[in-house]
C-alpha cells in the first residue's frame, strides 16, 4: 500500500503525541515505534513509501493511531489530508478484514456473522 508524502508529517504526528502520552503499556511496542516506524517515517517525507518498506507490526500500530489522532486533529487538517488518512486507515482495515473472512469456510459464515458484524463495526473512525 503506497503512503503518500503529503501525510507522512501527520503519521509521525500521530506517533510522537502517542509516544509522549504514555499512554502505551507494552515497552516493546515503544520500541517498535522508536526503532522501526519514525525511521521509515522521517526518511521517506520527500517522496512517499510502500508499507512493505515498514516492519508489518510497526504498520499495523501505525494504522491503529490513525482513528484518535483525526478525532482529536482532524479539525486542523486539510479536507485533502484528513481524507487521505481516512483512505489509508479505511484501505488497512479492510484489507485486514477481507484477510479474516477469507479464512472462513461459507458453511460457517452464519455461525460467525455475530464476529463478522462485531469486526465491521470496530474499524469506524
Not at 67 to 85: A, I, Q
Request: with cysteine.
Amino acid at each position: 500500500m503506497w503512503i503518500n508524502k503529503n501525510i507522512i508529517p501527520y503519521l509521525i504526528e500521530a506517533v510522537e503525541v502517542t509516544l509522549k502520552a504514555n499512554n502505551i503499556e507494552d515497552a516493546n511496542d515503544i520500541v517498535i515505534f522508536e526503532s522501526y516506524v519514525i525511521p521509515v517515517l522521517k526518511q521517506n517525507l520527500e517522496h512517499g513509501f510502500y508499507s512493505s518498506e515498514m516492519l508489518q507490526k510497526g504498520f499495523n500500530f501505525l494504522m491503529e493511531l490513525i482513528p484518535c489522532y483525526l478525532k482529536v486533529y482532524g479539525d486542523k487538517l486539510s479536507n485533502t489530508y484528513f481524507g487521505e488518512l481516512a483512505i489509508l486507515y479505511y484501505r488497512h482495515k479492510t484489507k485486514e478484514f477481507a484477510s479474516y473472512l477469507n479464512c472462513i469456510e461459507p458453511q460457517y459464515i452464519k455461525e460467525n456473522m455475530h464476529n463478522l458484524n462485531e469486526y465491521a463495526e470496530m474499524i469506524k473512525i
